[in-house]
């Protein structure tokens, strides 16, 4: 239950008691076995990242800065099969943050949203909803850049690093 | 003819003369696959989206009622529906088919028996002789209204619940054989501050408790008058907190009367977490299992309470609390 202290005072004394009640009888969400669960599957798919970057260094002639963008293609391309299919969600269910996090997790926001809202059309449907999910990220990513750039400037104008 | 605060004692006993309940692939697995008329093992039964796919399944169960009843589509007054979507569009569309004068209603989940329970009075007042109400859900849409799109990998909590894929309707008429609505308790909506849509069972549960003591207190009954006690689609959390919150209020229903729909749906090893929700959750439990039951004579007197959560996809992400109202609708051999 996210109820912040704000709303709490607004709550009559009622209100309390019974969400007090309920929250005794509530299954808790298992947070240390989601926790293990989601460093497990998250590790996994970094070592898979991993594994396909050394093959791309190895076999294909890239080197270690180049080697990210097909890596980072083929796991992207791997997570929307799977959303296609049908089969990522069930596993994101048992993984949490683990399926989330990592860029297979941002590839699913995307493909999954496109897929619902094709019956809409492909302009206002696919394309209007597309960044449904994945829209926040990209503003507060782009925005916590900036913030981050801009702090880096001011400290090496003032002659840090 | 009314009975007390806010329940309809009907004098004339408005008899369901036929019912149906239409499922999808996940209901097909569930504990009472046998009791729904029609299942489908594709969740878009055909169509292009999943909104065509839950029209098509309100249609089917109008039709299957219907046709079950023996009457001409001509001969019913009134159609009543409700369902989960904006603007009600699955009744709507559905009532454009079948071209009988329509009234839309939203209750959400608790949709079925807000129509049952005014299809009843409609019969009773000799306003109708015959009246036509059902209701659907389907998860898909559901899902894509109120929360992510369905591939979405997002983890839900082991208090969320799933939304049924179903859809039921009963035709209510003045004569003939079958179980008859003897009175309704419409049900006030009770707020306890609940704003998380992941645990709607909790929120729903006191408007439950609420409409079930308003019952006993109008109509001046036992809960032991019952055979079967049952709420529309609390889910497990929710069940337990209305059984817990009845006992606290001194009221003592018999633990072998008291259910709900949203536990019975689906088997236990089926992911639901909670249990079930959505309209199609009691109108199929009601109008598949517990009216079969009635008629082979295995059960007497029922009360069906169905839940609704009455906020919007909007509404929640305000942060407004979740508003919730159940309605009582008791069904007698």
């Known amino acids: 239950m996210k109820i912040s202290n704000k709303q709490k005072k607004k709550l009559t004394p009622a209100q309390q008691q019974y969400q007090e009640f309920a929250k005794q009888r509530e299954p808790k969400r298992p947070v240390l076995k989601n926790c293990l669960k989601a460093f497990f599957v998250g590790g996994l798919i970094c070592t898979l990242g991993q594994a396909l970057q050394t093959i791309f260094i190895t076999y294909f002639g890239f080197n270690k800065v180049t080697a990210g963008n097909p890596t980072s293609a083929v796991l992207i391309m791997l997570s929307v099969l799977l959303t296609g299919l049908g089969v990522y969600d069930h596993i994101a269910q048992w993984a949490g943050a683990g399926t989330a996090i990592p860029v297979t997790g941002f590839a699913n926001t995307m493909a999954s949203a496109a897929i619902e809202h094709r019956s809409e059309g492909y302009v206002l449907g696919v394309g209007g909803n597309m960044f449904k999910l994945s829209g926040p990220v990209i503003t507060y990513g782009v925005f916590s850049a900036f913030v981050v750039s801009l702090v880096k400037i001011i400290i090496m104008k003032l002659g840090g690093m | 003819m009314l009975k007390g605060h806010q329940s309809w004692f009907f004098q004339n006993r408005p008899v369901i003369l036929a019912s149906s309940a239409v499922g999808g692939p996940f209901e097909a697995k569930g504990g009472l696959a046998e009791d729904f008329d029609i299942l489908h093992d594709d969740m878009w039964l055909g169509q292009d989206s999943f909104e065509k796919a839950e ?14 009843a023996g009457i001409k589509k001509e001969d019913i007054d009134f159609f009543l529906s ?4 904006n603007q009600i569009i699955s009744s709507s569309f559905a009532a454009r088919t079948l071209a009988i004068p329509y009234l839309g209603l939203f209750g959400a989940c608790s949709s079925s028996m807000e129509g049952l329970s ?11 002789d015959y009246v036509l109400a059902a209701t659907s859900s389907h998860n898909a849409s559901a899902e894509k209204q109120f929360r992510y799109p369905t591939e979405y990998g997002a983890q839900k909590p082991p208090t969320a619940q799933w939304t049924v894929t179903g859809a039921g309707a009963a035709l209510v008429g003045r004569d003939g054989e079958g179980p008859r609505i003897t009175c309704a308790t419409i049900g006030r909506v009770v707020d306890m501050g609940i704003s998380d849509p992941f645990n709607m069972g909790a929120a729903m ?6 409409t079930i003591q308003a019952h006993f207190r109008d109509l001046e009954r036992d809960p032991t008058y019952y055979d079967v006690i049952a709420t529309g689609d609390l889910g497990r959390v929710g069940f337990e907190i209305a059984g817990e919150l009845l006992n606290k209020h001194g009221m003592d229903i018999p633990e072998d009367r008291f259910t709900d729909c949203g536990i019975m749906i689906y088997k236990e090893d089926q992911p639901v977490m909670a249990g079930a929700s959505g309209c199609g959750c009691s109108a199929t439990v009601t109008y598949g299992h517990f009216l079969r039951r009635m008629r082979e004579g295995e059960l007497k007197r029922i009360l ?4 609704g ?18 309605h009582a609708v008791s069904i007698e051999m």
Request: with cysteine; proline share 5%.
């Open chain 2, 304 to 307: 069906i309470v169905a839940t």
């Open chain 2, 309 to 326: 959560a009455l906020m919007s996809p909007m509404s929640y992400q305000q942060k407004e609390s979740i508003p919730c109202i159940a």
């Open chain 2, 205 to 210: 549960a006191p408007a439950a408790v609420d």
């Open chain 2, 82 to 85: 409700g369902d989960l979507l």
């Open chain 2, 118 to 128: 005014i299809a009843a009075q409609l019969v009773d007042s000799k306003a109708a």
């Open chain 2, 55 to 68: 029209k098509k399944m309100l249609e089917e169960a109008c039709e299957t009622a219907i046709q079950k």
